[in-house]
């Protein structure tokens, strides 16, 4: 079978889903914009009298527009098991000629270009709003930043795993959205150890290019080597874990079950 038609199809599905429901997606650009003021608002009468304002401003929106990106690629593969599960047609992913791997792969890339879109205008209000333009260098930030959502995905994944044996854990899956805002705000360049948290270090070299003006071609290799070995780290360790997952709600025989 061929795959690229297969992710073809899901692009155009997502492209079909965004027009139609097109209302809904502003409504959604909206909300991250008003989170994003009430942001900016508080952190301006904290820290407007400071001499390195401009820059920490910087930092803030693109933080910002990191975690919501960040957040929006976790629940789009965290919750799409539990949505095909409620609406009776997981079990018809498995029965499909492809891999249901491939099949989730394919729907989680296409929806990801979606939220590039959504971002890009998110990041554009915002930077009208604020007056603070940041280095938009797209062929550094791009396979950066796939490098970086690589690891977030391996999270997704293995939270799909655990909701294919438990099926409600919403109270989780919140708790893990908060915790995304610790990872694009950690101090990885400074403490070591965070660098090997998913997101952690993709987010530092991201802040570096939009921030301080860099380059991908201005990052050693080890840098580069670390993120990419970082990202295909938790995201084999998370599709292993719903792997398992998987094998034990076959034998239980939960799978389409809600």
């Keep these: 079978m061929n795959r690229l038609a297969l992710f073809k199809a899901y692009l155009v599905k997502e492209f079909a889903i965004f027009r139609r429901y097109l209302p809904n997606t502003i409504g959604g650009i909206v909300t991250f914009y008003v989170i994003f003021l009430l942001i900016f608002l508080g952190y301006t009468g904290i820290a407007g009298a400071s001499p390195n304002y401009g820059d920490m401003v910087e930092d803030l929106i693109v933080g910002f527009v990191l975690w919501s990106l960040i957040l929006m690629s976790y629940q789009n593969i965290a919750f799409t098991i539990k949505d095909e599960a409620q609406e009776g047609t997981l079990e018809q992913l498995y029965m499909s000629p492809y891999n249901f ?3 989730i792969t394919s729907h989680v890339s296409a929806r990801l270009i979606i939220n ?14 604020t007056g603070n333009w940041l280095n938009i260098n797209l062929l550094s930030i791009i396979p950066l930043t796939v490098f970086t ?36 705000a950690a101090p990885s360049e400074s403490v070591i150890w965070l660098r090997f948290l998913p997101a952690s270090w993709g987010s530092t070299l991201i802040r570096r290019v939009m921030v301080q003006g860099a380059s991908i071609m201005d990052f050693s290799f080890g840098e580069l080597s670390l993120l990419i070995l970082i990202g295909c780290f938790y995201l084999a360790v ?16 939960i799978l389409g079950h809600y």
């Design 101 to 103: 791997g491939w099949i």
């Design 116 to 129: 590039f879109v959504i971002i890009a205008v998110i990041l554009t209000l915002i930077m009208l709003t």
């Design 149 to 184: 959502l690589m690891g977030v995905l391996g999270v997704g994944f293995a939270v799909e795993g655990i909701t294919l044996l438990y099926k409600r854990i919403d109270s989780y899956l919140q708790i893990l959205q908060f915790a995304m805002v610790g990872l694009v």
């Design 238 to 253: 998370g599709y292993g874990i719903y792997k398992k997952a998987e094998q034990k709600a076959m034998k239980q025989g």
